[in-house]
């Protein structure tokens, strides 16, 4: 826990204290610079190369690869014992333009080939592949965009990348990653998410969905928690690959690093760059660490928040029938009583053969700010409460309580908070547990 002599010191330790890894986009051109490769070594405990495997750098021209650079990478992780996320095998941008001239039915042997010979290079040391970069329109349509292999091969080009892609690796994790997919009511987060549901729905492999998560000064849209733990309930692995956000707000790294450790399949987080200098943002400064690699606000709030939810771990079983859109129980909202007052409300964000994930959101409804809260159920018996996060577990008589951690006691009047638990069970989750939230 953060403050105790257990907390972790580095991003990659305190994310591993929850079976998580935290990751950095490296260029090979800079691990001969020694501030860098010592910031990268020391901190991060995952890598993916920010361009080294990308079609461009790979097979830049027709049947003749070049992994060097791509190499030096994996090389230098191995010696670390980082795990790689291998970006990326088909994507309309640096596609070299030999792809885009070729035919139809050239096309998808070009595909397969590509496919094949950079996870056969690869093979064994590649912890998650993003199988299909960034295949779906940006705006209202939720629909796939316009690129070669769309406009050529149609839409069963990514089922089929996915096929081949198991075939060649079947230790890799395979991934669907994309940008803009973070607000669970846009249009092309549901486009992704009924891919990934009907794929699971016949057996097309998939194994993760990577959340790119460029944000801007703001941070993540509020309902990125929701949107994880949907996915995460088709079956899924969730990441997210490329975390960067403008002026990086220390607050909107927090909410982001804990929207990830809100969801038991959230498996790792990856920052897009290790510092600033180097940023293909670098006008935001977006990144956890400045241009001479000094820790940034933001460095030691992803540190904190990390060794705070460091109580999560992914469940050992995974979910053997996925599980449909989880009920949520809407927060109700009197009106507000003069100081301050709280109310609890549940939601099942995960649930698998013998377990389940509760997010409990605490709402300040009085005029006052909360300085402190404590929710109170009656935990059934055949359902032990096994970790718990962003609340402090404890019992009063036979109920079961969560008081506020240090950092989150205090809610503004009409704001909330989350905390969340999971549960060993051979029952389903209860769908009526009664919560109630006192103010000490
Ligand atoms: C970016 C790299 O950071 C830049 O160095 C390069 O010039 C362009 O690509 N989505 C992705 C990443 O999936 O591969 C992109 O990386 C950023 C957006």
């Known amino acids: 826990m953060a403050g105790t002599a257990h907390a972790a010191g580095t991003l990659g ?48 021209s027709r049947g003749s690869f070049s ?17 790689i996320r291998g970006h990326t095998l088909v994507w309309h941008s640096q596609l070299p333009s030999w792809v885009g ?52 091969l149609g839409n069963g080009f990514i089922e089929h990348a996915f096929r081949t892609a198991r075939s060649v690796d079947p230790d890799a994790k395979l991934c669907y990653n994309d940008y803009n997919i973070e607000n669970w009511t846009d249009a092309k987060t549901q486009g992704v998410y009924n891919m990934v549901k009907d ?18 000064s703001s941070g993540p849209p509020a309902g990125f ?16 690959t490329e975390l960067d956000i403008a002026q990086a707000p220390a607050s909107a790294y927090t909410s982001t690093v804990q929207a990830c450790l809100s969801v038991a399949r959230c498996t790792g ?7 600033d200098k180097y940023s293909w943002r670098s006008g935001d400064t977006p990144l956890l660490f400045d241009g001479n690699y000094g820790k940034k606000a933001a460095y030691t709030a992803v540190l904190n928040a990390l060794n705070a939810g460091g109580a999560t771990t992914p469940p050992t079983t995974p979910p053997t ?64 409460v096994s970790q718990m996060w962003n609340a402090v577990q404890g019992t009063n008589g036979s109920l079961t309580t969560a008081h506020n951690t240090s950092y989150n006691g205090s809610v503004a009047p009409g704001a909330s908070t989350t ?10 989750p209860a769908s009526t547990l009664p919560m109630s939230c006192t103010i000490s």
Not at 269 to 275: D, E, K, S
Not at 331 to 340: K, L, M, V
Request: charged content about 10%; some cysteine.
């Open 321 to 384: 029938s996925p599980p449909t859109t989880p009920p949520t129980t809407p927060p109700t909202t009197p009106p507000p009583t003069s100081g301050p007052v709280c109310a609890a409300s549940y939601a099942v964000t995960n649930s698998w053969a013998g377990g389940y994930q509760i997010e409990v959101t605490v709402k300040s409804t009085g005029t006052a700010a909360l300085s402190a809260w404590t929710v109170l159920w009656n935990q059934p018996a055949d359902q032990t």
């Open 67 to 83: 992994f060097g650079s791509a190499d030096q990478i994996v090389s230098n992780a191995q010696a670390h014992g980082m795990k």
């Open 101 to 152: 001239n070729l035919s139809a039915s050239d096309l998808q042997s070009a595909m397969d080939n590509h496919i094949t010979q950079v996870m056969t290079h690869f093979k064994g040391k590649i912890y998650a592949w993003d199988v299909v970069n960034e295949a779906f329109a940006d705006g209202a349509s939720g629909q796939h965009r316009s690129s070669p292999f769309q406009d050529k």
């Open 13 to 60: 330790a305190a994310a591993a204290s929850s079976g998580r890894y935290f990751g950095a986009a490296v260029a090979a051109s800079h691990l001969g610079e020694s501030a860098y490769a010592s910031t990268f070594d020391t901190e991060f405990n995952a890598v993916t190369p920010e361009n080294e495997m990308k079609w461009d750098a790979t097979e830049p």
């Open 269 to 275: 987080i990856t920052v897009w760059g290790v510092t």
């Open 419 to 428: 905390f969340g638990y999971l549960a060993n069970s051979a029952d389903a």
């Open 225 to 240: 928690a929701t949107t994880l733990a949907n996915f995460a309930s088709l079956g899924v692995d969730v990441q997210l």
């Open 199 to 216: 794929f699971k729905s016949r057996g097309v492999p998939i194994d993760c969905v990577g959340f790119q998560s460029h944000f801007g």
